[in-house]
Each structure stands twice: as structure tokens, then as C-alpha cells.
């Protein structure tokens, strides 16, 4: 269990955390039951080295933050976000803020997983000209219900799609990773170069999305929004389906189902909860395989 220590001089530090919290460069193995279950994803992340950004869907600038305290008992989270200069009413609007953790998922690896909260609740508070201390309470599941009550999946803790965007008429495709899918469309992440080829209110003519097993969705899309994701140079691209027939939508939820299913096991949200075929690479077995030919054909020669 982890614990957090909250400085007493803190303005916010008499209404915020009881237990004290100590980062550790490892994983904790989470439970259904051990709190809340979005500040133990966000614990997760923020064990290894990390960075923070606050967003909006209507800038092109990020800003920095850094946790000062995390209760995963009753899911409140504080930060501390250096302004530099800009407003911060563009980020927390409406009482509601959303922001990046870009985390190195191995000590020893270069790849880092990037995960988005979405509207989160907020209560922001000014500290000196260019510092604000942003306290939130986090929603018990890190599965967002959208406007029209469809579940968006978050693609956490290694959970890898990949979707290719024939932007052109298959004259320019883009390659990106999925981070989010819901039955209304998917959360793309490319380079900053890749995004320039797309533009809000843009139609795609083909979107096709590949899971690690082989399996594979198509739809036309609409790109609804374009802004910075983390702080490696990319860019996160919302993309919605379109034109979607019968067969198509009933395909859509059944792998959002897979989906669910994938990321409660990783994530520890439900006991007994086996993962999804369509996340065991398709290429580890065709490698084995390959492997076991190469192996005869030496013995023969």
C-alpha cells in the first residue's frame, strides 16, 4: 500500500490527506477493493518516471503540473500547475480540468505510456502570480460514460491497438496508436508531423483498426479534435465513426466488451476477470512458429 506525505505548511494540506504516501519504482498490485480505483491506475503510473500536462481540446499549449498528494482510499488528488504566463481558466472550465501522465513503464526502457483524464472535477487555487494548486476528487472507474451513455475504454497499463488513417483516398495513411475506444469512435496518438495531414471537421475515407490478435475493425471517420498529447511531441487526434451499418455497430460493441474485459484484468478492478484474446499478439505464435521450421529445415539439411 502506498502512503503520501502532505507538507503541514501546504494551503491545502487540513483538508486533504490523512494516510502519507511514499513513491516506489515498482508496480502495487491493486485489488478491486482497495479504494478508489482511478487513483490506484494513477499511482500505478506515477511510480515510475513521469510527467504531468494539463490540456485543452481549444489550445495548442500544455502546462506542467506535479502531484502533491494522492489519497487512493478516497480517490482526491492534488497538484501544483505553473501557469507560465497563461490563464488557467482555458484549462479548469466549468469546474472540470483534464490532463496527460506520461509515464516510463520499465526503469530500464525507453517507451513511455501515456495515459488522459477527462473532465475531472476541480477546485483550483492561486498560490503566487504563476502557481495554482488544483484539488480533485476522481470518479471511482477510469470507464467514462459519454453524452450518449456509450463506455469509453481507456487503453491503460500496456493495452496496445493500432490504427491506420487513409486520410486521402489511400493516397496518404497515417499509422497511430489507439488510446481510448468507445462505440463512437477512438483517441489516436501520432507524431506532431503525422497530425498536420488532418484537420478538425476533416472525413476519412477508411479507418482500420488492429488489435494484437490479428483482428481488425473498418469504418469511415470524422476527425473531431487535434491537440498536444504529453510532452514527447505528439499529438492526439479524436476520431468518430461514421456511416456505421448494423453489422459494423454490433462488431464495434462486442469489442468494446473484449476491451472492458482487458482493462479490468490489468488494472485489478474485478476479481477472477481472465484477459481478452484480442490483446495476445498474433505474432508471438507465428514467431514460434517460424522459429520451429527454421529449427527442422537445419536438422534435415
Do not use: W
Request: glycine share 6%; net charge neutral.
Amino acid at each position: 500500500m502506498f502512503t503520501l506525505t502532505v507538507n503541514a505548511a501546504h494551503p491545502l494540506a487540513a483538508r486533504a490527506l490523512k494516510p502519507t504516501l511514499a513513491y516506489k519504482n515498482e508496480y502495487a498490485a491493486m485489488s478491486h477493493s482497495n479504494g478508489n480505483h482511478t487513483a490506484n491506475v494513477i499511482q500505478r503510473l506515477v511510480s515510475h518516471d513521469h510527467d504531468i500536462t494539463l490540456f485543452s481540446k481549444r489550445l495548442a499549449h500544455s502546462l506542467k503540473a506535479e502531484v502533491t498528494g494522492l489519497d487512493t482510499k478516497i480517490g482526491l488528488l492534488l497538484l501544483e500547475v505553473s501557469a507560465a504566463g497563461r490563464d488557467l481558466t482555458h484549462y479548469v472550465r466549468d469546474g472540470y480540468f483534464s490532463f496527460d501522465i506520461e509515464a516510463k513503464i520499465t526503469p530500464e526502457g525507453h517507451e513511455k505510456e501515456v495515459h488522459s483524464f477527462d473532465r475531472i472535477p476541480a477546485e483550483v487555487h492561486k498560490k503566487d502570480a504563476d502557481t495554482y494548486l488544483i484539488r480533485c476528487q476522481l470518479p471511482e472507474s477510469v470507464f467514462v460514460t459519454e453524452s450518449r451513455g456509450a463506455l469509453r475504454i481507456p487503453f491503460i497499463l500496456g493495452m496496445n491497438a493500432r490504427v491506420s488513417i487513409s486520410a486521402y483516398d489511400a493516397e496518404l495513411t497515417i499509422e497511430a496508436r489507439v488510446r481510448n475506444f468507445s462505440a463512437g469512435g477512438c483517441l489516436a496518438d501520432m507524431s506532431i508531423e503525422d497530425s498536420l495531414s488532418l484537420y478538425v471537421g476533416q472525413t476519412v475515407p477508411d479507418l482500420a483498426i488492429t488489435f494484437p490478435n490479428g483482428e481488425y475493425l473498418f469504418s469511415k471517420g470524422r476527425v473531431r479534435h487535434i491537440r498536444p498529447f504529453g510532452s514527447l511531441g505528439r499529438a492526439a487526434v479524436g476520431l468518430q465513426f461514421i456511416d456505421v451499418s448494423s453489422t459494423m455497430s454490433k462488431e464495434i460493441f462486442q469489442h468494446i466488451s473484449e476491451c472492458e474485459r482487458e482493462a479490468a484484468s490489468r488494472s485489478g478492478l474485478k476479481e477472477n476477470v481472465t484477459p481478452s484474446e484480442l490483446f495476445i499478439a498474433k505474432r508471438t505464435v507465428a514467431a514460434a512458429t517460424s522459429i520451429s521450421k527454421s529449427e527442422k529445415s537445419k536438422m534435415s539439411r
